[in-house]
């Protein structure tokens, strides 16, 4: 014997119909993340954080520098430093720098690019110094976090907490 199809009529919208036009009413609403005033349009980055993007391309091509000098003084670590290094290659690309895109040097990078007579002699002390390159570039990122607009705030966290990583890998981690 069947059953019965029930007494109660279906009343408003099924399910079906709510995900179908659930995300055409959002992008109707206006859900975008546009800028704070309304009728500014965002027509691409602003000044200043083109000055940070370019500012924290600088910092990391610095770094990459102090790695070439440290790979160059002690070959030895030449493989435990690759990596690193290549990671601030692409954190450099990241930010808009990178091979062939230099960015003219500034006073907050004159400090972060030593030449390779800079390099302590011993191994330990040459991963001591890039690891305290790195320390202080990942807090000066940090610190910059509330001066820059969402998307530039998410990747400084991301390339600086990286930058703790490769603290750790060149103190504790590989010691």
């Keep these: 014997m069947p059953f019965p199809s029930s007494p109660r009529a ?24 546009g800028g704070d005033a309304p009728g500014a349009p965002e027509d691409g980055p602003s000044a200043a954080e083109r000055r ?16 070439d000098a440290v790979i160059t003084a002690h070959p030895g670590l030449a493989e435990r430093l690759r990596p690193l290094r290549e990671e601030s290659v692409r954190h450099a690309r990241a930010f808009g720098g990178g091979p062939g895109r230099k960015a003219s040097p500034s006073p907050s990078s004159s400090s972060a690019s030593p030449s390779a007579a800079a390099v302590p002699g011993s191994d330990k002390d040459a991963l001591a110094a890039l690891a305290a390159a790195e320390r202080e ?38 010691a």
Excluded at 17 to 23: E, F, N, R, S
Excluded at 157 to 166: N, W
Aim: proline content about 4%; aromatic content about 2%.
């Design 137 to 174: 570039l990942a807090d000066r990122r940090t610190k910059a976090l509330l001066d820059v607009p969402g998307e530039l705030a998410r990747l400084l966290a991301s390339v600086a907490a990286a930058g703790a990583a490769h603290v750790y890998l060149l103190t504790e981690g590989g």
């Design 10 to 33: 279906r009343s408003g919208p099924r399910r079906r119909t709510l995900l179908a036009v659930g995300p055409a009413a959002l992008a109707l609403a206006g859900c975008t993340a």
């Design 52 to 67: 940070a993007r370019a500012r924290a391309a600088r910092d990391s091509e610095g770094l990459v520098e102090r790695y």
